[in-house]
């Protein structure tokens, strides 16, 4: 015992790694890489290294210009590494980089306050939904969650530490990791440099942010890692490249309902277990945090601001920055980029701060009884349901039967019944540090249950398993394959390994003229669209049929006299 007090930050840091690697590393190639964006990244990657050219990206046989090149350069590292182009290779990177956005989440926090809040802040945001979800995916999401996330926390630190010698150096650390950030979210990558200067403007320090030294350093930072791609692309294309990528980014987009609606889901959905107990502290103390952010600022100059800052505790600054973060990332999310999932995601970081709080203190102070009480019972009641409406639902049961994943039926009814009425009982008998681990148990509980059985499901369910085995035909037959469908399916291209040509389903001239001019050429389409096909009076074979896909071709004369022969009716002499 007295070697683990001894070192504790070694010892907290190896059980965060242990779970984070059974949470985020396993399983990583034991599914198929995902429609839409996760196989048009590795695609663009595995291109530049058939083609030896890793600064002019295609995707398709087209120059791809929407994102910088680091997420393509890391999975193409990866490849390089392993010696292979695989799905485990092109996702370990990311899962890499949650398990050092955590392990230095923990650090951090540990310099701030103390190991033990650190580790139970740390191991919220490991065991949250959305983390452990997106972690396994080979996309740009988690490259800038911890990239922006490693920015924020260097803030952290030098608004909250005294290590003058270090200071330069924090700096350096707060703009360099907005740079990859830009490199991997565009012009959203600007955040954590909005965010740091929110920050400093609530400490009263925003003199710090435009010091000389300050601003030399972050200015020669963002110059050295932006600047080489965009005068290479600038030089390559002209300022359409500038016009292209500002219109990707354009901040001025709106999202649409739909979207602000689908974010909110996968936020609330994304922090399981841990978002009822935030929305609680949230939604019981907003308008405490809303007047004391008003009074705080209001009609102060900076030095007032920077004296009534040092009169707060580390705990009330942490979480107050913390809030200015949650708040700031989601007004910018409001505004801006409820379209980009990444923007989402980061939210997450400080809401499981301030989550961790308020755990914290229920834990190990004996407060927050009320919050954590209603909290806990809420979403285990919810899990207590499903579980319930699983078990006399039988068309799930006979849906997950017919996937294949039937035999998970019993371990998801004993995770989403078993850890929920423990962790109620806990609750309601004081027995703190059960309902703690609960939460932790279900989730990693739960990770293991889906992954990767749960993306089979989504890839079986979304059609997209049908497409991969028609690329695998195609190859094994040795024929082009075609696409005729409402949306480009990058999964094709990926294991069909050659470019595709995509056509939208609505042009008919088009196949027509396709089916005809390449006899032999393979054209995938949506079952739903045979019948306009047909009424547009064009003849086709069909050879290959499932639930959602199909593949056609030309249809012979010879076929088409045969089939016109069958279906005459016969004449019956009396």
Not at 4 to 24: E, P
Not at 367 to 379: V, Y
């Amino acid at each position: 015992m007295n070697l683990i007090k001894n070192h504790q930050t070694i010892f907290f840091s190896m059980i965060l790694l242990l779970i984070c690697f059974c949470l985020y590393c396993l399983n990583l190639g034991e599914f198929p890489l995902m429609d839409y964006d996760e196989t048009k990244y590795v695609l663009i990657a595995k291109d530049a290294i058939h083609n030896q050219n890793w600064i002019d990206l295609k995707l398709n046989g087209n120059i791809f210009e929407e994102y910088s090149p680091l997420l393509f350069w890391i999975i193409n590292f990866s490849f390089l590494i392993f010696g292979e182009i695989s799905t485990f290779a092109a996702r370990i990177p990311f899962a890499l980089f949650s398990i050092i956005g955590i392990i230095f989440l923990f650090i951090v926090i540990s310099k701030i306050l103390t190991r033990l809040y650190a580790f139970i802040i740390s191991l919220i945001l490991a065991t949250c939904f959305g983390f452990i979800v997106f972690s396994h995916l080979a996309t740009n999401d988690m490259l800038f969650v911890n990239s922006t996330m490693l920015s924020v926390l260097s803030s952290f630190l030098i608004l909250l530490t005294k290590q003058k010698h270090t200071k330069h150096l924090l700096w350096f650390c707060v703009y360099f990791s907005s740079a990859i950030a830009v490199l991997s979210g565009g012009l959203f990558g600007l955040l954590p440099l909005l965010i740091m200067i929110t920050m400093h403007i609530f400490a009263g320090k925003l003199k710090d942010v435009f010091q000389p030294k300050n601003l030399f350093i972050g200015i020669c930072t963002l110059i050295i890692v932006l600047s080489p791609w965009f005068i290479y692309m600038i030089k390559n294309n002209g300022i359409d490249f500038i016009k292209d990528f500002f219109s990707y980014y354009n901040i001025f987009k709106t999202a649409g309902i739909r979207k602000y609606l689908y974010n909110i889901a996968l936020f609330i959905c994304g922090f399981m277990p841990w978002i009822c107990a935030f929305l609680w502290i949230i939604g019981s103390k907003f308008n405490d945090i809303c007047n004391s952010v008003i009074s705080y600022i209001k009609d102060d100059s900076q030095d007032k601001l920077g004296e009534k800052w040092k009169r707060l505790s580390k705990t009330e600054k942490f979480l107050s920055l913390n809030t200015i973060v949650f708040f700031t990332s989601l007004i910018f999310v409001i505004l801006y980029g409820a379209k980009y999932t990444y923007l989402i995601l980061f939210l997450m970081v400080p809401a499981s701060c301030i989550s961790g709080h308020y755990w914290y203190e229920y834990i190990f102070k004996k407060q927050r009884d009320k919050s954590i009480f209603f909290a806990t019972i809420l979403p285990n009641i919810l899990f207590i349901i499903f579980s319930t409406v699983l078990i006399f639902g039988h068309n799930h049961l006979n849906k997950l039967s017919v996937y294949g994943y039937g035999y998970l039926f019993v371990p998801i009814v004993a995770t989403f019944t078993i850890i929920p009425i423990i962790s109620i009982c806990s609750v309601i008998l004081k027995g703190r540090k059960i309902a703690f681990i609960a939460n932790l148990i279900l989730m990693i509980s739960l990770s293991f249950i889906i992954s990767p059985n749960g993306y089979n499901f989504i890839v079986a369910n979304s059609g997209q398993s049908e497409l991969i085995k028609f690329a695998n035909k195609a190859n094994k037959d040795k024929v082009k394959i075609s696409a005729f469908l409402p949306s480009k399916k990058y999964s094709l291209v990926y294991y069909y390994d050659k470019n595709i040509d995509f056509h939208n389903n609505n042009d008919y001239e088009w196949l027509k003229n396709h089916l005809e001019n390449n006899k032999n050429d393979y054209v995938v389409v949506e079952i739903k669209s045979l019948w306009p096909i047909e009424e547009q009076n064009i003849k086709y074979q069909l050879l290959a049929s499932e639930k959602r896909y199909c593949i056609i071709k030309y249809l012979p004369k010879a076929i088409e006299k045969e089939m016109e022969q069958e279906s005459e009716p016969e004449v019956i002499i009396q």
